[in-house]
């Protein structure tokens, strides 16, 4: 369907399912496409290609390279009957690839940004932001970063079940 089209039957609901399936949501005429599992796989492997098995390095931990504040910008997800108030509930979750997965989604219902300004928000936006932040979303990503990002979105095979979307 034409992004114009979208954005004309936008302006009459808050939500509707594209041709690709995607409910999106509409706020104030940007199109946010729901974070989904092929996303999260593919943003899991350009921090980290996703190896298992990693844990801290600097300020960041786990296989999405998530830290402290965005942790805690994520609504603090925790391993089930963890507390997030408790001594190390920050590095468990994060150190999990489920729990990891989490943090991200949440983190990116909550601070959509439409990086490259093309009136949608969408997986790359999300990668960026992922990457770069808010400020240098729309620049030059961690070489690394892209290029297994990159041929993680070219292979289907790859994708693994969140259970987000
Ligand atoms: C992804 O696939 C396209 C088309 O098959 C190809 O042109 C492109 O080079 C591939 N990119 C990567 C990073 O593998
Ligand atoms: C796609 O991913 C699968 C699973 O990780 C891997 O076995 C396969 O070699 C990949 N294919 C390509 C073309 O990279």
């Given at each position: 369907m034409h992004?114009?089209?979208?954005l004309i039957i936008a302006a009459f609901c808050s939500s509707l399912i594209t041709d690709r399936g995607f409910i999106i949501e509409v706020h104030g005429g940007f199109i946010i496409e729901p974070i989904t599992d092929k996303?999260?796989?593919?943003?899991?492997?350009g921090a980290s290609r996703c190896g298992?098995?990693?844990k801290c390095d600097g300020d960041v931990c786990g296989v999405f390279s998530i830290g402290y504040e965005y942790?805690?910008?994520?609504?603090?997800?925790?391993?089930?009957?963890d507390d997030p108030e408790s001594e190390g509930a920050y590095i468990r979750c994060a150190s999990d690839l489920y729990c990891g997965a989490e943090v991200v989604a949440n983190y990116m219902k909550k601070n959509p940004y439409?990086?490259?300004?093309?009136?949608?928000v969408t997986c790359w936006d999300y990668a960026g932001l992922h990457n770069r932040?808010?400020?240098e979303c729309a620049g030059f990503w961690d070489i690394d970063f892209e290029m297994n990002y990159k041929?993680?979105?070219n292979n289907s095979s790859m994708i693994i079940n969140f259970g987000i979307a």
């Open positions: 992004k114009l089209l979208l996303c999260l796989t593919c943003i899991c492997n298992l098995g990693v942790w805690l910008d994520s609504n603090s997800p925790t391993l089930p009957f439409d990086c490259n300004s093309d009136g949608s932040g808010r400020l041929s993680c979105m």
